[in-house]
């Protein structure tokens, strides 16, 4: 059940970064500075995705060594 919800965040993370794209990519012409913040957030949210699937892949090795 743990590692459930560890993947879900993961994958929520993922979700996150495709909105912060849209949302810099609406705002480009518009307000470039939200855009900068929103790509900002993009590069946060995949730095997360693989840093939390890292962190699930290593409680679950782990749980099975025991």
Same mark, same amino acid.
Request: charged share 25%.
């Given at each position: 059940?743990? *590692?459930?919800?560890?993947?879900?965040?993961?994958?929520?993370?993922?979700?996150?970064?495709?909105? /912060?794209?849209?949302?810099?990519?609406d705002n480009? *012409?518009?307000?470039?500075?939200?855009?900068?913040?929103?790509?900002?957030? *993009?590069?946060?949210?995949?730095?997360?995705?693989?840093?939390?699937?890292?962190?699930?892949?290593?409680?679950?090795?782990? /749980?099975?060594?025991?």
């Amino acid at each position: 059940m743990g *590692t459930k919800i560890y993947r879900i965040f993961e994958y929520a993370y993922i979700l996150m970064a495709v909105v /912060s794209i849209y949302v810099a990519y609406d705002n480009w *012409t518009v307000n470039r500075n939200k855009a900068y913040l929103f790509a900002f957030f *993009t590069v946060v949210a995949i730095f997360m995705f693989f840093f939390k699937r890292r962190f699930r892949r290593n409680m679950e090795e782990r /749980s099975k060594n025991r």
